[in-house]
């Protein structure tokens, strides 16, 4: 089993995200620069957060268009494992890998603080780990998290449960002061149409210690790990 | 024969008809949340500037060749399709202006 973190210029959660990976759970992962490409196949990638291209445009618009871009596109394609957190979250709608965009937050402000996310989705890939409804906290860091999408788009990610997280209250109850960004039905984590590739706001890398102040976000890499283990 | 030192430079030339100065403005769609303009509208306010409405929009200078104002405009289009404009939010108007 191998993971990739990919890093374009102005990623900064990449260490972040290798250190969960191979000190954390023991697992091969790479660090690679988007220049260089892909020089394998990999069991699961991830794209970390941070600024690529310094936000410039819309944030992600610019990685989502680079060379590296269409390998991983590829990657998913085959049904491989994509996970884009933060800055790769945007940087996934871009690409159009998940439908909608994480755009300017209903407060046009930098937030950096801990949510409580329920899970809506604990059938796939990257939440088998956690049960449905269960409500966890993680951390996020972003100007450019609210997300939005067509009413069709919206309609479709809800009947088709690829709607993996939403911002609620302790209790897990989805009230407006529980949707810190004013994402469209408290939406932070979506799903492809196939299952296989996931963008989320919040960094579960943030809060894979309890040191840090929660284990919570363990759960997400601990499902794709397991995920690639079954599927072999 | 070959001769170190000497070196033959082709210049070719392509004609691509002619230039075109694009302008290119990309707004939200109707309706869309503009917290940014929101705020500045409020800062306005607080200068004594009443407003009734503000938008917001990011424009884009381009020049380029192009065969006619045709191509100019569909090669723009295809710029806004492919990176300067996110259909799910924005909306885009190209004036082809020289």
Known sequence: MRFAVIQFGGSNCDYDVHYVISEIFGVDCDLLWYKDGLPRSYDAIIIPGGFSYGDYLRAGAIAAR??????????????????????????????????????????????CRWVNLRVENADTPFTRA??????????????????????????????????????????GELLPGANPNGSANHITGVLNSQGNVMAMMPHPERASEEVLGSSDGKGIFSSIIRHVEEKG | ????????????????????????????????????????????????????????????????????EGAARELATGMCERLLANPVIHSYEIEVLQ
Do not use: W
């Open chain 2, 1 to 68: 024969m070959y001769t170190a030192g000497l070196q033959k430079r082709y210049l070719i030339e392509v004609t691509t008809g002619m230039k075109f100065l694009v302008k290119i403005t990309i707004s939200l769609k109707e309706g869309m949340l503009d917290p940014e303009a929101t705020a500045i509208r409020h800062a306005l306010a607080n200068l004594g500037f009443e407003t009734e409405e503000l938008r917001s929009a990011k424009v884009f200078f381009i020049r380029l060749d192009a065969e006619s």
């Open chain 1, 66 to 111: 680079t060379p590296v871009m269409t390998e991983i596109i590829e990657h998913a394609r085959v049904g491989r494992l994509v996970l884009g957190i933060c800055n790769g979250a945007q940087i996934l709608a871009e690409s159009g890998l998940v439908p909608g965009i994480f755009t300017i937050n209903r407060y046009p402000k930098f937030i």
């Open chain 1, 130 to 171: 956690y049960c449905e409804g269960q409500v966890i906290r993680i951390p996020i860091a972003h100007k450019e998290g609210r997300y939005v999408a067509g009413e069709d788009a919206l309609k479709t990610l809800e009947a088709t449960g690829r709607v993996s997280f939403r911002f609620c209250t302790p209790g």
